[in-house]
């Protein structure tokens, strides 16, 4: 009864494209889930956009990008977790790095 990890994924040049698309794709499979008698879960429903650090500055900021389902914006990140990976919207893996370090550490620290 639950369809964990799902991700939808747009790769274009153009952000409004992107949007419409994406929103697009979340409304089919919204739809899909209700026929199915499942239900998406918005509280858990994530939005992130990937790119170069010059091509975000110029179109890639929570207010100029926004997916909707039903008219309800999803939430915009900078940071996902997606199969105990931490990516973020540059795929510098800075903050997946630091995750395992910490871990690293910790788990050192016991020893």
Known sequence: MYADDTV?????????????????DLANVSHWLKENKLFLNLKKTECLLFGTRQ??????TAEDFSVTLDGTPIKFSTVFKYLCVILDNHFS???HINYVAAKVSQKLGIL
């Not at 939808?8 to 697009?24: A, G, P, Q, R, V």
């Not at 091509?55 to 890639?60: M, P, T």
């Open 8 to 24: 939808i994924y747009f790769s274009c040049n153009s952000i409004s494209e992107t949007e419409m698309k994406l929103s697009l």
């Open 55 to 60: 091509r975000l500055k110029v179109s890639g």
């Open 93 to 95: 893996f800075n903050e």
